[in-house]
Nanobody, 125 residues
Framework: KVQLVESGGGSVQAGGSLRLSCAASGNAYSSNCMGWFRQAPGKEREGVAAIYTGGGSTYYADSVKGRFTISQDSAANTVYLQMNSLKPEDTAMYYC??????????????????WGQGTQVTVSS
């Protein structure tokens, strides 16, 4: 099992930026792929971005492509999500996740991953 600690959430106006951080510790194999999900009240959980910590391949939801960037600091076992041009519809609880692989779909990645406690992002219009 991997322990994940998120930070960096907050409130921002539309068009602004935030950077989320996720520090991982524990089973290295279980954190081969790390990423972010979000869930807004009354909505389903949505995959946002993921990265293979070894090779650096990245995956993004269509809704955030061109605005969000996932990156990593391997030495610090930390993954970042830089969020630019934020929109009110980006408002959600953001969760860091770590798993052995992306597996070709967000649903698969969710099913095999450990989760953090979440950090709230609120974007006002």
């Amino acid at each position: 099992k991997v322990q994940l600690v998120e930070s960096g959430g907050g409130s921002v106006q539309a068009g602004g930026s935030l950077r989320l951080s996720c520090a991982a510790s524990g089973n290295a194999y279980s954190s081969n792929c790390m990423g972010w999900f979000r869930q807004a009240p009354g909505k389903e959980r949505e995959g946002v971005a993921a990265i293979y910590t070894g090779g650096g391949s990245t995956y993004y939801a269509d809704s955030v492509k061109g605005r969000f960037t996932i990156s990593q600091d391997s030495a610090a076992n930390t993954v970042y999500l830089q969020m630019n041009s934020l929109k009110p519809e980006d408002t959600a609880m953001y969760y860091c996740a770590a798993g052995p692989r992306y597996g070709g779909s967000w649903d698969y990645f969710i099913s095999v991953s450990d989760w953090g406690q979440g950090t709230q992002v609120t974007v006002s219009s």
